[in-house]
């Protein structure tokens, strides 16, 4: 028995080795390492990628902490820290979920993002979730450049940089303390990506993973882009232009159920009981018909307009609304909305 007992430690302590997990909270079951809860970051690396400028080596869970309390409240009250708010406005949860939206994490399609959201009680938001985040190696890509231009030349690989962007402008807040942005990484890194997270994996994948060292470096490459390929790296934002007039369908042949759906986890979010914008709006006939009496048209009162620009800062008012790109809403959704406006606004 003490033969066996040595035999099990000595080939546990190996595979450890191996893997690279010495100090990763990595449980060890049975005659095998977790690989479920394997970090991606890591298998990664061992299979030849260069981490990224934001990596951290060791999480520290009082900086996590920091970050927590800045996504969730908005600002820092800890023994060691105190802040300002970040934004008058807005907190992170306002425009992004801290969670997945969708069972596929390479899915973009809009409408199972929505079933994801009816499902799983998550609001269907402007922005990114924030799931996975510290994974990804690029940041405001595709049609932010045209929203933000020279502002996004040292964001888009800088997830540091990013952040600040978003803090600065999207939010109309303030920049970020450096203890602040480190803060944010190490929340990020603390609900980084896992194997688990990945379910394109098969049985054959994962153990290659785990006897990575034997591979060659064709067999090393064919398996670290299929890790790649099992989540997304950089997120797509494709700014869809405003329906011309002669364009939109008003709501004909949309589904006004969906439309209540999409009004109630998206506009609802923001603009029921002044939650975060001044701008109330709610489920009755005088919302509806103010709506529609401005779907013909252009301008922050016109669905078709403001959904897919959002608003600009205007004197004395520096909040703005955020922009939904096609991957975060549908041409469809949109006149779903329309459709449950019309219903609504007969009632």
């Known amino acids: 028995m003490y033969r066996l007992a040595l035999s099990f430690?000595?080939?546990?302590?190996v595979m450890l080795i191996n893997l690279?997990?010495?100090?990763?909270?990595?449980?060890?079951?049975?005659?095998?390492?977790?690989?479920?809860?394997l970090p991606v970051e890591l298998v990664l690396t061992n299979l030849g990628v260069p981490k990224s400028k934001h990596s951290i080596t060791k999480l520290d869970m009082e900086k996590a902490e920091i970050g927590r309390q800045l996504i969730f409240d908005g600002r820092v009250r800890t023994k060691t820290h105190k802040s300002k708010r970040i934004s008058p406005y807005f907190r992170c949860t306002d425009c992004h979920n801290m969670v997945k939206e969708n069972d596929n994490p390479t899915d973009l399609d809009p409408e199972n993002r929505l079933a994801y959201a009816e499902k799983n009680k998550l609001p269907f938001l402007p922005a990114y979730s924030l799931?996975?985040?510290?994974?990804?190696?690029?940041?405001?890509?595709?049609?932010?450049?045209?929203?933000?231009?020279?502002?996004?030349k040292s964001a888009k690989d800088s997830i540091g940089n990013a952040i600040q962007v978003c803090t600065k402008h999207a939010?109309?807040?303030?920049?970020?303390?450096?203890?602040?942005?480190?803060?944010?990484?190490?929340?990020?890194?603390?609900?980084?990506?896992?194997?688990?997270?990945?379910?394109?994996?098969?049985?054959?994948?994962?153990?290659?993973?785990?006897?990575?060292?034997?591979?060659?470096?064709?067999?090393k490459k064919?398996?670290?882009?299929?890790?790649?390929?099992?989540?997304?790296?950089?997120?797509?934002?494709?700014?869809?232009?405003?329906?011309?007039?002669?364009?939109?369908q008003y709501g004909e042949g949309g589904n006004a159920a969906r439309g209540e759906l999409v009004f109630n986890k998206s506009c609802l979010h923001c603009h029921s009981g002044k939650r975060v914008s001044n701008y109330?709006?709610?489920?009755?006939?005088?919302?509806?018909?103010?709506?529609?009496?401005n779907l013909?048209?252009?301008?922050?009162?016109?669905?078709?307009?403001?959904?897919?620009?959002?608003?600009?800062t205007k004197k004395r008012r520096k909040q703005t609304m955020p922009l939904y790109t096609k991957e975060q809403?549908?041409?469809?959704?949109?006149?779903?909305?329309?459709?449950?406006?019309?219903?609504?606004?007969k009632k």
């Open 280 to 293: 109330n709006l709610d489920k009755s006939k005088l919302t509806a018909r103010f709506f529609v009496q």
């Open 296 to 312: 013909e048209g252009f301008g922050h009162s016109n669905l078709y307009q403001v959904i897919r620009w959002g608003t600009f």
């Open 222 to 248: 064919a398996l670290r882009e299929k890790i790649r390929a099992a989540f997304i790296q950089v997120y797509p934002a494709t700014l869809a232009p405003v329906l011309g007039l002669d364009q939109r």
């Open 20 to 37: 690279g997990l010495q100090g990763q909270p990595n449980r060890v079951s049975k005659d095998e390492v977790d690989l479920e809860n």
């Open 9 to 13: 430690f000595l080939l546990t302590t």
């Open 131 to 152: 799931w996975g985040v510290y994974n990804r190696t690029a940041f405001y890509t595709g049609g932010y450049g045209k929203v933000y231009g020279d502002k996004l």
């Open 329 to 345: 809403m549908s041409d469809q959704q949109i006149e779903d909305l329309v459709a449950y406006m019309k219903q609504l606004s």
């Open 171 to 219: 939010a109309s807040g303030r920049r970020l303390a450096d203890w602040e942005i480190e803060g944010l990484l190490h929340y990020f890194k603390q609900h980084e990506l896992r194997i688990k997270d990945l379910p394109s994996l098969n049985a054959s994948d994962k153990k290659s993973i785990l006897y990575w060292q034997k591979l060659d470096e064709e067999e």
